[in-house]
């Protein structure tokens, strides 16, 4: 995901939900730092917070031999986006933005 200025820390939180969303059997940490633009170290705080909050799954992966996780993410998660965007959609109409 690309933008001209710095993204929010909510938009942050946000942006590694919908990636995870996309991927309901759950994706792994690099597949989504590709997706976020975050560095894996970073995201790993980032995604250890949203699952301490209950937005996030963390299911060890039985075919990694490194000990890797896949995630996904929670029905409330799904709640949490769903207000996000809305509340983000009228804030940009608010002020101003296309």
């Avoid at 170290?41 to 917070?49: G, Y």
């Avoid at 949203?50 to 075919?63: H, W, Y």
């Avoid at 896949?70 to 804030?91: C, H, N, Q």
Wanted: net charge positive; charged share 30%.
């Amino acid at each position: 995901m690309s933008g001209t200025g710095k993204r929010s820390k909510a938009d942050l939180y946000a942006t590694i939900l919908e990636v995870i969303r996309r991927y309901p059997e759950g994706e792994r940490i690099t597949r989504i730092s590709y997706g976020v633009g975050v560095p894996v170290d970073r995201l790993k705080v980032m995604v250890d917070r949203l699952s301490s909050l209950g937005l996030v799954t963390k299911v060890a992966a039985d075919d990694d031999e490194k000990g890797g996780y896949y995630y996904s993410v929670t029905p409330r998660a799904l709640d949490f986006l769903e207000t996000y965007w809305k509340m983000k959609g009228f804030i940009d109409v608010f002020e101003g933005r296309p």
